[in-house]
């Protein structure tokens, strides 16, 4: 199928100087941020250490909650703090998902990965609660009959229990690296291209984990992204796992919360998805509308005559024909809306789903416009609040 129209999608301008994606890699060795403190034989000890009565641990942490790897007697010299069990659980240190015991998630990095999992999407996961998160856990408490305060407190942290390890670790395979290529920077060079894929191995983790490129530097600081070779292991949110399966009776969109509400046939919020809307505003539907079509894998007709200072346009090339992939500008995933040239899809730049920066449709990530796709139907209505 071909998506046309006002895409809610604006490609970076050959003639702007904004001409690379978010998630493009510099040239930068990322090493370790590991701290080692030299061994001190006897040294004063300073007060309000909290290291007293360890057994068996050389992990403490900062003030400012960096990592630190040394003995007991050099950590008291600094005023250290032992790491508690949620800290040892939280990005930047190994968890076996075969040794891990289901309990409720302990700090933010693990209620995103909970809510992610059970259809309320806190966007791109980085270990920090924000307002996506916040709207996330304000779904997830009115759907389980919780006191609704966008905070995760313990009986929502309860609900929201862990039946496996948020992070885990995985080795990237050489089919996977042969699914990457370099993206065309002008839309005559991406309409030769016989699919448009990640860009970097970096682009293709993020997406696949539903993360932030940036998060997945930091939680990896030793990978050089931009040469990463067959076998290498990788941290990453576990997020590979079924979701509920969900029929959507109604899909609600509000604009000026730039959020996707999908409600069942018991009229329950049973999922919650961040998303973009049109620039302007008489570019935004409102109102009734429907799923009219479903594609999820569609190709892109460029029409130069909605971008007039293309040079596609100014040399009268005609319209040109995207294949699909993640980094079409509809991404993965197309869903028609029956007013015309509408739609709700994905989006080759997910880090920037929640703005008002679209032509007029309605713009997600790509991994929850196909989990969305497989919530609805042509008919499913969706109804467009301001």
Request: charged letters at 20%; one cysteine or more.
């Amino acid at each position: 199928m071909t998506a046309t129209g006002m895409l809610g999608y604006w490609l970076k301008n050959p003639d702007t100087v904004e001409v690379e994606k978010v998630v493009k890699v510099p040239q930068i060795v990322y090493r370790t941020n590991t701290v080692e403190v030299p061994t001190a034989t006897k040294p004063p000890v300073k007060s309000g250490s909290q290291i007293s009565g360890l057994q068996s641990t050389n992990n403490f942490t900062a003030t400012r909650g960096v990592p630190v790897h040394t003995n007991r007697t050099a950590a008291a010299a600094i005023g250290l703090t032992a790491l508690d069990g949620a800290s040892r659980d939280a990005p930047g240190f190994n968890v076996a998902s075969v040794d891990f015991t289901p309990r409720p998630p302990k700090t933010d990095f693990e209620i995103q990965v909970a809510l992610d999992r059970a259809g309320y999407s806190p966007g791109s996961i980085d270990g920090f609660t924000g307002p996506q998160t916040q709207a996330a856990l304000i779904a997830f408490q009115h759907n389980n009959g919780l006191k609704v305060t966008g905070i995760a407190d313990i009986p929502t942290k309860e609900k929201l229990r862990l039946e496996q390890a948020a992070l885990v670790a995985r080795t990237i395979t050489e089919s996977e690296l042969a699914q990457v290529r370099p993206l065309g920077k002008s839309w005559t060079e991406k309409s030769k291209q016989e699919s448009l894929a990640f860009e970097s191995v970096l682009e293709m983790l993020a997406e696949q984990h539903h993360c932030s490129p940036r998060y997945l530097m930091r939680i990896n600081p030793t990978i050089v992204w931009s040469s990463v070779s067959a076998n290498t292991q990788v941290k990453v949110p576990n997020t590979a796992m079924p979701g509920p399966a969900i029929r959507a009776a109604l899909i609600h969109i509000q604009l000026a919360q730039r959020l996707l509400d999908v409600y069942d046939a018991d009229n329950k919020l049973v999922a919650r998805f961040p998303c973009s809307i049109a620039t302007k505003a008489d570019k935004r539907p409102v109102g009734d509308l429907t799923i009219t079509a479903i594609a999820e894998q569609a190709d892109y007709t460029f029409n130069p005559a909605n971008f007039p200072s293309s040079p596609e346009a100014r040399s009268g090339s005609g319209t040109l024909v995207l294949q699909p992939g993640p980094n079409n500008p509809v991404g993965t995933t197309w869903l028609s809306l029956s007013k015309a040239s509408y739609g709700i899809h994905g989006t080759p730049d997910p880090e920037k789903v929640g703005r008002t920066t679209s032509l007029g449709c309605f713009r997600l990530s790509n991994w929850n416009a196909q989990r969305l796709a497989g919530m609805v139907e042509v008919g499913t209505p969706v109804r467009v609040d301001p």
